[in-house]
Nanobody, 129 residues
Framework: QVQLVESGGGSVQAGGSLRLSCAASAYTYSSNCITWFRQAPGKEREGVAGIHTGTGSTYYADSVKGRFTISQDNAKNAKNTVYLQTNSLKPEDTAMYYC???????????????????WGQGTQVTVSS
């Protein structure tokens, strides 16, 4: 069963941090592009950060470089989880955050929403000034 479940969102003040988690089913997690997107009210969905779970390669939007870090759980008993550590949060980071997975073995990873097949339900991040 294909499944992506996000957690870890919340409300913080500017400058604060949150750690978002994306738990994926084995099919979507294995050697695949898993990427975090966000969408604020009235705005288009935008790619934030992604990771290829096979190679460990990561990629970021310019707006979050140096503040956000994406990682995967490489422990022996890892539970197919990708994390997004968000630091130095700004009010403009306020959005619903989604994780998405491409089809395993597909083209190189991108931050383009249309390249992703599987989506979670999202977790809300609210940053107050």
């Amino acid at each position: 069963q294909v499944q992506l479940v996000e957690s870890g969102g919340g409300s913080v003040q500017a400058g604060g941090s949150l750690r978002l988690s994306c738990a994926a089913s084995a099919y979507t997690y294995s050697s695949n592009c898993i990427t975090w997107f966000r969408q604020a009210p009235g705005k288009e969905r935008e790619g934030v950060a992604g990771i290829h779970t096979g190679t460990g390669s990561t990629y970021y939007a310019d707006s979050v470089k140096g503040r956000f870090t994406i990682s995967q759980d490489n422990a022996k008993n890892a539970k197919n989880t990708v994390y997004l550590q968000t630091n130095s949060l700004k009010p403009e980071d306020t959005a619903m955050y989604y994780c998405a997975a491409a089809d395993p073995g597909g083209p190189p990873c991108t931050l383009v929403p249309g390249h992703y097949t599987y989506w979670g339900q999202g977790t809300q991040v609210t940053v107050s000034s």
